[in-house]
T-cell receptor, first 113, second 115 residues
Framework: EPEVTQTPSHQVTQMGQEVILRCVPI?????FYWYRQILGQKVEFLVS????????KSEIFDDQFSVERPDGSNFTLKIRSTKLEDSAMYFC???????????FGAGTRLSVL | KQEVTQIPAALSVPEGENLVLNCSFT??????LQWFRQDPGKGLTSLLL?????REQTSGRLNASLDKSSGRSTLYIAASQPGDSATYLC??????????????FGKGTLLTVNP
């Protein structure tokens, strides 16, 4: 069964460093998302991406965050200068169409020291 | 703004028992509702999707219902097994007319099925 793949599974970084989280969505999907889950809290929406542009972003998704779909298969989330409070599990999701199920990857655990 | 609440926060049952998990949402203009399972430290596995026009959806021992007018959904698990132990999340996108349909999640119900 096709799946959303995320790498790395765990990323440890120093505060102030840049990180790039990578995702390979399911191949025929058109809608792409990033969510995050701080330990013990709800899964929160960060950003949605459709037709090669951001379609919506939350208040969390400030200027430190950016997304790219550089080559038609990868979908990346970049955090320019990480803060301690960015430590969380980051989930990538994709879906084929508006009415369809969102499929989630296994997540990348980001630890900012 | 959509708010999703799940009750109870935690539930512990003996193996074989049937159980119901509850999800409520404040804005009934939802496009669909999705139930997920999350194992500790892991990703989200989609269990069931109910479109806004549907009342019920079944997959194996799982049955999900949706009542948009009252802002509620339930997940019924029949003949529970220890392998069902996990956190169960519900999530709903607003029918905003846009194409993004971001999901708003509840905090989840932590289910423990004891052998």
């Amino acid at each position: 069964e096709p799946e959303v793949t995320q790498t790395p599974s765990h990323q440890v970084t120093q505060m102030g460093q840049e990180v790039i989280l990578r995702c390979v969505p399911i191949s025929n999907h058109l809608y792409f998302y990033w969510y995050r889950q701080i330990l013990g809290q709800k899964v929160e929406f960060l950003v949605s991406f459709y037709n090669n542009e951001i379609s919506e972003k939350s208040e969390i998704f400030d200027d430190q965050f950016s997304v790219e779909r550089p080559d038609g298969s990868n979908f990346t989330l970049k955090i320019r200068s990480t803060k301690l409070e960015d430590s969380a599990m980051y989930f990538c999701a994709s879906k084929a169409g508006a009415k369809n199920i969102q499929y989630f990857g296994a997540g990348t655990r980001l630890s900012v020291l | 703004k959509q708010e999703v609440t799940q009750i109870p926060a935690a539930l512990s049952v003996p193996e074989g028992e049937n159980l119901v998990l509850n999800c409520s949402f404040t804005d009934s203009a939802i496009y669909n509702l999705q139930w997920f399972r999350q194992d500790p430290g892991k990703g989200l596995t989609s269990l069931l999707l109910i479109q806004s026009s549907q009342r019920e959806q079944t997959s194996g021992r799982l049955n999900a219902s949706l009542d948009k007018s009252s802002g509620r959904s339930t997940l019924y698990i029949a003949a529970s097994q220890p392998g069902d132990s996990a956190t169960y999340l519900c999530a709903a996108p607003l029918n905003s007319g846009g194409s993004n349909y971001k999901l708003t999640f509840g905090k989840g119900t932590l289910l423990t099925v004891n052998p």
